[in-house]
């Protein structure tokens, strides 16, 4: 039985999908009369280390969300204290987020003292178990927070064979459900008013923040394909760099597509998304490596058909010519595929989109949550 929890992860003042989704997860409890709260970060990252501009939001505080802002996670004997304080309040469970390995050693040492008090069970919410970027000692880090665990949920197949290579205790897997703090879809003309686009242009999106992984660079070059550079359509990049902006200016310039590319690469607030999200025709995940991608559960809020490549577990989520088109990492099989969504139609995949999205709820999560804490 779960009476109480703890979710340990970003949360606000801390802005980003993280924090929404833990947010999201810990009201969903709530609503099943299950006392939750949240343990987020005073330090997160230290600045040296955080690739964007700020790491906090200007949106107003969640008011149905009990926050606790307090760990620290370069100081050890901030671990300690609140490893001590959640041994004391002695939860049924906590829910431990995990994307970096950075911060396996706070993360690993906090849950290992609660866990002492041989009540408390500790279930990893994975979202990475070896990171996209590799850095020296990543193993070893993720290792010894593997160990503090009482089992593991994920959010793919391919997270799920990670978490594997650490440890065998009891795992479940739940698709990562669909954001809906964002607000309600707009009529993709008044969203087009809203940021200065024309009604009659062809826009395609890449949202989130800008690392090599996600392949932005190969989007770039299959806009200057001749076949989509002639059907004059428009990619709309919308999200902050988290490395050396320069190269792609320079792809844009040399390929000549500085008209063919709207940037608007600055942080954008949950109150602003859905104006960027529905003034497109369709979002593009050019990813040439992913677990899973927070892009396609806000492409299915708000029922805007995608293009994924054939990495990770991006298929899995995206049903090929069904909510739109899988294709291979590269430049020429994006082109293609961009092509083939306009040349099928929204329209076309907007019945499809509407079922599978069923599938992502946040109360499927929650159960599974509490499905796996019976196992253990």
Known sequence: MVNSIVIIGPAWPLRGGLSAFDEKLANT??????????????????SFLFPGTTQYSTEPAPTNV?????????????????????????????????????????????????????????IAIVDNMIPHEKRFGDKL????FAKKMDGFLTMSEKVTKDVKKFSNKPSILSPHPIFEHFGNAIPKQEARKLIGLNND?????????????????MLIQAMASTN????????????????????????????????????????VADSEVKKYVCSADFI??????????????????????????????????????????????????????????????AETYLPNIKEEKKKYSWEQMAENFINLHQKI
């Open 284 to 345: 593009i995940q050019p990813y040439r490596n992913a677990t899973q991608s927070g892009v396609t559960p806000l492409a299915y809020h708000f029922e805007i058909p995608m293009l994924v490549t054939n990495v990770g577990a991006l298929p899995d989520t995206v049903p090929n010519n069904k909510v739109g088109i899988v294709v291979e990492p590269n430049s020429d099989a994006i082109a293609n595929g961009i092509m083939e969504l306009y040349k099928n139609g």
């Open 66 to 122: 009990n926050i606790h802002v307090g760990i620290n996670s370069i100081n050890p004997f901030n671990w300690i204290r609140i490893g001590l304080k959640l041994k004391r309040q002695k939860p049924d469970l906590i829910i431990v987020r995990y994307w970096i390995p950075f911060l396996a050693p706070c993360l690993g040492t906090i849950c290992g003292i609660a866990k002492s008090n041989k009540h408390t069970k500790v």
């Open 141 to 144: 880090l993720t290792t010894y």
């Open 201 to 217: 242009d062809k826009i395609i999106l890449f949202f989130g923040f800008i690392r090599h992984y996600k392949g932005l660079d």
């Open 29 to 46: 409890f709530t609503k099943k009369n299950i006392k939750t709260s949240i343990e987020t970060f005073s330090l997160q990252y230290p």
């Open 228 to 267: 989509v550079k002639n059907e004059n359509i428009k990619l709309m990049i919308v999200g902050e760099f988290y490395e050396d902006a320069k190269p792609y200016h320079d792809l844009i310039s040399t390929l000549a597509l500085t008209n063919n590319i709207i940037l608007h690469t600055s942080f």
